[in-house]
């Protein structure tokens, strides 16, 4: 997260708007885009999370490196595996 006032912002941004108290960690646990609605339940807008940062210690080589030594699985054996575990 990242203070307001290091924040660069362009021409015809609008001026920020604080939200306080529990409603701050509503934001900060949405991780996809959420809608924000009224008392009424009319939507306001759409919230947008900023991204994540990507920690300093992750280089573009180190990505590189990952990506190249492959692993992991099919989806489709993972999407099989938990179909079998909610089976049970």
Do not use: N, Y
Not at 7 to 29: D, Q
């Amino acid at each position: 997260m990242v203070p307001f006032s290091q924040h660069t912002f362009g021409p015809g941004v609008a001026r920020p708007i604080t939200v306080l108290g529990e409603t701050s960690a509503s934001f900060l646990s949405a991780a996809i885009p959420t809608p924000v609605c009224d008392e009424r339940g009319m939507v306001l807008g759409t919230f947008v999370p900023a991204p994540a940062k990507t920690p300093s210690w992750v280089t573009p080589e180190l990505l590189a490196k990952r990506e190249a030594e492959g692993g992991g699985r099919p989806l489709t054996d993972i999407l099989r595996d938990l179909e079998a575990q909610r089976a049970k």
